[in-house]
T-cell receptor, first 117, second 113 residues
Framework: GAVVSQHPSRVICKSGTSVKIECRSLDFQATTMFWYRQFPKQSLMLMATSNEGSKATYEQGVEKDKFLINHASLTLSTLTVTSAHPEDSSFYIC?????????????FGDGTRLSIL | GDSVTQMEGPVTLSEEAFLTINCTYTATGYPSLFWYVQYPGEGLQLLLKATKADDKGSNKGFEATYRKETTSFHLEKGSVQVSDSAVYFCALRTNNAGNMLTFGGGTRLMVKP
């Protein structure tokens, strides 16, 4: 089945550091990748949608300069949390899908737990 | 807009008990419906899906039937195991959403031996 690899699984770093999270589709070409944020005991909040080769579409309230998303190839998207602060601590999850043929499901990575000290 | 409502948890059951997690939705058009499961510290895994009315999705003993008349997609399992302890998310996708999912709030299931 389709596999999505997300790396790293856990990051602990100091305030002010920039952190990059990678999301890779291992056995399919992902035309679209999604980035979610999940607070403890809550549902997933969609942050942005990225299509290969174009700029990401951010959801309302998500700072695009704070959360930089790059989707340069059909198998890799990255989320960079710039100048991270404790309030950015969260569980970040990516998912990947392809749009042809239609009605393909999203395949999720295992998530990245980000802790900012 | 589209929305998904799930019963609030946690749901605590003894092993081998019957499970029902309710899910209802509001959507334009004819959405596809999904159940995802999230084990502690992990991402989401697709559990089952149904793409049209009266379809029944099933996997690992779990079932859910797409009921258009009641706009529901309730998750059921006849006999739960401790290993089923996880958070379950109901989700929908409409055909014009570019594969974007709308999630319910999630329901935590705790199964005790």
């Amino acid at each position: 089945g389709a596999v999505v690899s997300q790396h790293p699984s856990r990051v602990i770093c100091k305030s002010g550091t920039s952190v990059k999270i990678e999301c890779r589709s291992l056995d399919f070409q992902a035309t679209t990748m999604f980035w979610y944020r999940q607070f403890p005991k809550q549902s997933l909040m969609l942050m942005a949608t990225s299509n290969e080769g174009s700029k990401a579409t951010y959801e309302q309230g998500v700072e695009k300069d704070k959360f930089l998303i790059n989707h340069a190839s059909l198998t890799l998207s990255t989320l960079t949390v710039t100048s991270a602060h404790p309030e950015d601590s969260s569980f970040y999850i990516c998912s990947a899908t392809f749009t042809f043929p239609s009605n393909q499901p999203q395949h999720f990575g295992d998530g990245t737990r980000l802790s900012i000290l | 807009g589209d929305s998904v409502t799930q019963m609030e948890g946690p749901v605590t059951l003894s092993e081998e008990a019957f499970l029902t997690i309710n899910c209802t939705y509001t959507a334009t058009g004819y959405p596809s419906l999904f159940w995802y499961v999230q084990y502690p510290g992990e991402g989401l895994q697709l559990l089952l899906k149904a793409t049209k009315a009266d379809d029944k999705g099933s996997n690992k003993g779990f079932e859910a039937t797409y009921r258009k008349e009641t706009t529901s997609f309730h998750l059921e399992k006849g006999s739960v195991q401790v290993s089923d302890s996880a958070v379950y998310f109901c989700a929908l996708r409409t055909n014009n959403a570019g594969n974007m999912l709308t999630f319910g709030g999630g329901t935590r299931l705790m199964v005790k031996p």
